[in-house]
């Protein structure tokens, strides 16, 4: 049985700084694909950033050069610096890892992630 659980939100100003993180438990294997999502009430969860057991990311544009995702692949722990925090990245964020074994696929998708935490809520002012 596979849990996330999230952790390190709150409430920020404006060009500060948070971090998240993601603790897993019921992986069996080592690596997995991992990301983090944000969604905001009656919008589409959006993907901010998944990683790939090499530790290639793909993240979005609105995020790139504020936030940096990280893994530790031996414990499957996931981070999610956040730096210059503007308003509009105010959401619930949630950590996600894939249902199966996926080789080196690791897409910023929804729809491909299996396992989701229950999320952490980030409000900027």
């Known amino acids: 049985h596979v849990q996330l659980v999230e952790s390190g939100g709150g409430s920020v100003q404006a060009e500060g700084s948070l971090r998240l993180s993601c603790e897993s438990s019921?992986?069996?294997?080592?690596?997995?694909?991992m990301g983090w999502f944000r969604q905001n009430p009656g919008k589409e969860r959006e993907g901010v950033a998944p990683?790939?057991?090499?530790?290639?990311?793909t993240t979005a544009d609105s995020i790139k050069g504020r936030f940096t995702i990280s893994k530790d692949n031996a414990e499957n722990t996931l981070y999610l610096q956040m730096n210059s925090l503007k308003p509009e990245d105010t959401a619930m964020y949630y950590c996600?890892?894939?249902?199966?074994?996926?080789?080196?696929?690791?897409?910023?998708?929804?729809?491909?992630?299996?396992?989701w935490g229950q999320g952490t809520q980030v409000t900027v002012s």
């Open positions: 019921g992986i069996t294997y080592r690596g997995p694909c």
């Open positions: 990683i790939r057991r090499g530790g290639r990311t």
């Open positions: 996600a890892a894939e249902g199966e074994y996926g080789g080196n696929w690791c897409p910023r998708s929804v729809d491909y992630f299996g396992y």
